[in-house]
């Protein structure tokens, strides 16, 4: 069953199939005022589950990302990108990748003094932790939570260096804390902007700030001093990938220090909801958007290849990163890598330090 459902960006609900789950054809909302419904189904409520972690750092080893250790303070995502290759994480929770996905959220209260503690231990090396690498710090709930902040506390007592990707200028509410790092070389922000368009943006993160907003964002940032990168994530062939000049020149202009750029990738049950919401919002060129995908990801939906995952191959993704790096000599950008210090990093005090301090 497939919905375009206001203010969310996935127009199924159905489980995965990999773990045997049941399919789940109408969320929980819905099925309750089902006899009460006339046309289309009422708007999603969002929930939160409080997820008692045992450990925050999340580590990794692929060799085609720049950073080995990450956090994410929420599972799921209200701003609904179609496109988020994290959806398939909620298959593990017995919840759909689809709507399940951007309205049943997981918030983790504990993760500040986790990382404290993570970070006191024996032996522990400092090097930059990566927010939102997974689902978005800045998505709405944490104006209430506050998570991504208590995180950002901890690492900014300690002289800990801190990237952050987010797609919304909530990042701001931390201008204070981050400023005071970048004075010291230690944090760096990323902001996400795939669309110029309001109304591409609109269909493509329902609840996401606008790209506008977005590009303010950066010129805020940069005006603290924070250094600051404009990912241009996912490109979209036949929707978005005309935007790309146009994306490198607002990103210069706001201040941006360098951009990059990634084909959309769609693995697992992303594909399917990608199909979907293309026959919902953009029936009269889905085929053609598929078609120039499996150009890009050698013939299939997703390609997962270490590095040609996050490049594409074969003419059209040459022709997009051409284009992407004749915009980038033009408007400066990409002359040099953000680089953060890990040097200034000191272990958080015990409570023997701080009485004796």
């Given at each position: 069953m497939a919905d375009k459902r206001p203010q969310r960006g996935a127009t199924l609900n159905r489980e995965s199939n990999r773990f045997n789950l049941p399919e789940r054809t109408a969320d929980g909302d819905w099925l309750d005022d089902q006899a009460g419904i006339d046309g289309a189904p009422p708007r999603l409520r969002t929930s939160v589950t409080v997820e008692r972690a045992r450990t925050i750092i999340s580590r990794n080893t692929s060799p085609d990302i720049g950073f080995d250790r990450s956090i994410n303070p929420y599972r799921g995502c209200e701003h609904g990108c179609i496109y988020c290759f994290a959806r398939p994480t909620h298959a593990f929770h017995d919840l759909s990748p689809g709507l399940d996905f951007e309205s049943k959220l997981f918030a983790k209260p504990d993760a500040p003094a986790l990382l404290r503690a993570e970070l006191a231990k024996r032996g522990y090396s400092a090097q930059p932790i990566a927010f939102g690498t997974n689902t978005d710090p800045y998505q709405p709930i944490e104006a209430e939570w506050r998570i991504t902040r208590g995180c950002i506390e901890v690492l900014s007592d300690t002289d800990h260096p801190l990237t952050i990707t987010t797609k919304s200028d909530r990042v701001l509410h931390d201008i204070d804390l981050l400023a005071a790092m970048a004075a010291k070389g230690l944090a760096?922000?990323?902001l996400s902007i795939t669309s110029l368009d309001p109304r591409i943006a609109m269909t493509l993160e329902p609840r996401a700030p606008t790209p506008e907003r977005r590009l303010a964002a950066v010129r805020k940032l940069v005006a603290a001093g924070i250094p600051t990168h404009v990912s241009i994530a996912p490109v979209i062939p036949a929707i978005t990938d005309h935007e790309i000049e146009h994306l490198v020149e607002r990103a210069a202009e706001a201040g941006a220090r360098s951009v990059s750029f990634i084909p959309v990738r769609l693995p697992w049950e992303v594909a399917p909801l990608f199909r979907a919401w293309l026959d919902a919002h953009f029936p009269d060129r889905a085929g053609k958007v598929m078609a120039i995908i499996g150009a890009i990801r050698d013939g299939r939906d997703n390609d997962p290849g270490f590095f040609t995952r996050m490049r594409g191959s074969g003419p059209w993704a040459d022709l997009l990163r051409t284009r992407?790096?004749?915009?980038?000599?033009?408007?400066?950008?990409?002359?040099?890598?953000?680089?953060?210090?890990?040097?200034?990093?000191?272990?958080?005090?015990?409570?023997?330090?701080?009485?004796?301090?």
């Open positions: 760096a922000v990323a992407f790096q004749i915009a980038c000599r033009k408007h400066g950008l990409n002359r040099e890598r953000i680089v953060l210090r890990s040097d200034l990093f000191r272990p958080p005090e015990g409570p023997q330090g701080e009485l004796f301090g």
